[in-house]
C-alpha cells in the first residue's frame, strides 16, 4: 500500500545521518526511476530536503505530492513541519487546523499540531486541544509529557504534576509519578474537584506500590 511505501521512505530519511547525502540519493533514484513507488520516493525527497533545511525545495515537492492527492494526511503534515521550519507559524496552523477536520483525534496530527501550538504561544489552545485527547485516545506516555508542557505554559502548575505523573507512570516509574501527585497537592492553583482526582490517583499508585512490595 501506498502507506507502507510512504513509512519506508521516512525511515530511510531519518536513517540517513547525513542530510546531504539523502538528499542526493533521493533525487537520483527520482531521475533514473530507481523506486518501489513514485510517490513515496518523492515524500522522502521532500523530507529529506527537510532536513538539509531546504525549505522552498521541500515545499515544493510536498506541493506537487498534494496535487495529486490533496487529503493525504502525511503530505499535509510534511508541508505542515516545512512552514514551521521556515519559521511560517500561522501558516503551519492553519494547516494542521484543516486536517484536524478531516482526521479529528488522529494522534500523530494532534501531537504534531500540539507543538506547533505551543511554540506559536498558543499554549491554552494546545492544553485544551490534548486534554480532549487524552480523553479519548489509548494512554500514551509522550502525549501526557507534552500536555504536562502545555499546562506548564498556560500557568496550571497543579495540572503539570497531575500529566507527568501519569507520563512517569505509563514509563513504569511509578515512585516519580507518586513525587509528582505530591507535588500537584501542594499547588495553590488546584480547585477542590481537581485535588480530589489528584488525592484519588495518588491512593491508587500507592496502593499499587505497596501490592507490589508485598510480593515474593
Same mark, same amino acid.
Given at each position: 500500500?501506498?502507506?507502507?511505501?510512504?513509512?519506508?521512505?521516512?525511515?530511510?530519511?531519518?536513517?540517513?545521518?547525513?542530510?546531504?547525502?539523502?538528499?542526493?540519493?533521493?533525487?537520483?533514484?527520482?531521475?533514473?526511476?530507481?523506486?518501489?513507488?513514485?510517490?513515496?520516493?518523492?515524500?522522502?525527497?521532500?523530507?529529506?530536503?527537510?532536513?538539509?533545511?531546504?525549505?522552498?525545495?521541500?515545499?515544493?515537492?510536498?506541493?506537487?505530492?498534494?496535487?495529486?492527492?490533496?487529503?493525504?494526511?502525511?503530505?499535509?503534515?510534511?508541508?505542515?513541519?516545512?512552514?514551521?521550519?521556515?519559521?511560517?507559524?500561522?501558516?503551519?496552523?492553519?494547516?494542521?487546523?484543516?486536517?484536524?477536520?478531516?482526521?479529528?483525534?488522529?494522534?500523530?496530527?494532534?501531537?504534531?499540531?500540539?507543538?506547533?501550538? &505551543?511554540?506559536?504561544?498558543?499554549?491554552?489552545?494546545?492544553?485544551?486541544?490534548?486534554?480532549?485527547?487524552?480523553?479519548?485516545?489509548?494512554?500514551?506516555?509522550?502525549?501526557?509529557? &507534552?500536555?504536562?508542557?502545555?499546562?506548564?505554559?498556560?500557568?496550571?502548575?497543579?495540572?503539570?504534576?497531575?500529566?507527568?505523573?501519569?507520563?512517569?507512570?505509563?514509563?513504569?516509574?511509578?515512585?516519580?509519578?507518586?513525587?509528582?501527585?505530591?507535588?500537584?497537592?501542594?499547588?495553590?492553583?488546584?480547585?477542590?474537584?481537581?485535588?480530589?482526582?489528584?488525592?484519588?490517583?495518588?491512593?491508587? &499508585?500507592?496502593?499499587?506500590?505497596?501490592?507490589?512490595?508485598?510480593?515474593?
Amino acid at each position: 500500500s501506498l502507506a507502507y511505501h510512504l513509512a519506508r521512505a521516512k525511515l530511510r530519511v531519518l536513517a540517513e545521518r547525513n542530510p546531504k547525502q539523502g538528499v542526493k540519493q533521493f533525487a537520483e533514484n527520482l531521475k533514473q526511476g530507481q523506486y518501489r513507488n513514485a510517490q513515496a520516493e518523492r515524500y522522502g525527497y521532500a523530507l529529506a530536503l527537510l532536513a538539509n533545511r531546504d525549505y522552498d525545495a521541500a515545499r515544493a515537492q510536498i506541493n506537487e505530492l498534494l496535487d495529486q492527492d490533496k487529503d493525504r494526511l502525511a503530505y499535509q503534515i510534511a508541508l505542515a513541519r516545512i512552514e514551521m521550519a521556515s519559521s511560517h507559524t500561522q501558516r503551519a496552523l492553519a494547516i494542521y487546523a484543516d486536517a484536524l477536520k478531516l482526521y479529528p483525534g488522529n494522534p500523530p496530527l494532534t501531537l504534531f499540531y500540539s507543538r506547533a501550538l &505551543l511554540a506559536g504561544g498558543q499554549a491554552d489552545k494546545a492544553r485544551r486541544l490534548l486534554e480532549e485527547h487524552v480523553r479519548q485516545a489509548r494512554p500514551d506516555p509522550d502525549l501526557y509529557k &507534552l500536555l504536562a508542557e502545555a499546562e506548564g505554559a498556560a500557568g496550571l502548575k497543579a495540572a503539570a504534576h497531575q500529566a507527568l505523573a501519569e507520563h512517569y507512570y505509563l514509563n513504569g516509574q511509578t515512585d516519580a509519578a507518586i513525587q509528582q501527585l505530591t507535588l500537584a497537592l501542594g499547588e495553590k492553583d488546584a480547585d477542590f474537584y481537581r485535588s480530589s482526582q489528584i488525592e484519588d490517583r495518588l491512593r491508587q &499508585l500507592k496502593d499499587e506500590k505497596a501490592q507490589e512490595t508485598k510480593r515474593p
